[in-house]
């Protein structure tokens, strides 16, 4: 996996054909601020989405215009008047939506 996947916890992650090609794509997010404070909280990680290469990898995709931040635990998709949403719910936090953009 690339390096900015692991510079936290992966927590929920979601495939879907995201750009409509036929090809799933990995929405992940996470961070984890209820462990030990010896290790310090792990919430660096503001989400990702991740783009099949069509050989087995996955590439960032570079243009980001979304934040998750927080402690994110899932990840679901709705359809509302025929446009996708992703909801995130965040620990002890209000839930981010994500519209898909194709």
Same mark, same amino acid.
């Given at each position: 996996?690339?390096?900015?996947?692991? /510079? %936290? $916890?992966? !927590?929920?992650?979601?495939?879907?054909?995201?750009?409509?090609?036929?090809? !799933?794509?990995?929405?992940?997010?996470?961070? &984890?601020?209820?462990?030990? $404070?010896?290790?310090?909280?792990?919430d660096a990680f503001h989400g990702? /989405?991740?783009?099949?290469? !069509?050989?087995?990898?996955?590439?960032?995709?570079?243009?980001? $215009?979304?934040? +998750? %931040?927080? $402690?994110?635990? &899932?990840?679901?998709?709705?359809? /509302?008047?025929? +446009?996708?949403?992703?909801? +995130?719910? /965040? =620990? =002890?936090?209000?839930p981010v939506f994500l519209k =898909?953009?194709?």
């Amino acid at each position: 996996m690339p390096f900015l996947t692991q /510079i %936290s $916890s992966i !927590k929920t992650l979601y495939l879907d054909d995201f750009e409509k090609n036929g090809l !799933k794509v990995i929405l992940i997010a996470g961070n &984890d601020v209820e462990i030990n $404070s010896q290790l310090g909280r792990l919430d660096a990680f503001h989400g990702l /989405i991740l783009l099949n290469d !069509k050989k087995a990898f996955f590439t960032i995709k570079k243009e980001r $215009s979304f934040d +998750i %931040s927080g $402690s994110a635990r &899932d990840i679901e998709k709705i359809n /509302i008047n025929g +446009i996708e949403y992703y909801i +995130i719910t /965040i =620990n =002890n936090n209000s839930p981010v939506f994500l519209k =898909n953009n194709d």
